[in-house]
């Protein structure tokens, strides 16, 4: 059974930084492909990074340079550091993970990030 824990969401003013986490339970986190994912009120959920097993990283534009993933195989857990946060980056904030087979993909229950004054 694969479960995703995410944590570190909450409120923080604008330029202001957070770092979210997700565990992974389960035996096939070294293999797999990490991705957070965000859904802001009334708008589609987007994809923000990404993180291959070998540790390739890909960012949305508009997180580029101020978020950064990361990933601790011994602890299965993916990070997301985000800095600089500007109240449109205001979303549930979702981690994602997509197995070596590239055939089963696993979703956390998100976590709130609010940024406002």
């Known amino acids: 059974q694969v479960q995703l824990v995410e944590s570190g969401g909450g409120l923080v003013q604008p330029g202001g930084s957070l770092r979210l986490s997700c565990a992974v339970s389960?035996?096939?986190?070294?293999?797999?492909?990490m991705k957070w994912y965000r859904q802001a009120p009334g708008k589609q959920r987007e994809w923000v990074a990404h993180?291959?097993?070998?540790?390739?990283?890909i960012y949305a534009d508009s997180v580029k340079g101020r978020f950064t993933i990361s990933r601790d195989n011994a602890k299965k857990t993916v990070y997301l550091q985000m800095n600089s946060l500007k109240p449109e980056d205001t979303a549930v904030y979702y981690c994602?993970?997509?197995?070596?087979?590239?055939?089963?993909?696993?979703w956390g229950q998100g976590t709130q990030v609010t940024v406002s004054t």
């Open positions: 994602n993970l997509l197995t070596a087979s590239g055939v089963n993909v696993y």
């Open positions: 993180i291959s097993s070998g540790g390739v990283t």
């Open positions: 389960g035996s096939i986190f070294s293999t797999a492909t």
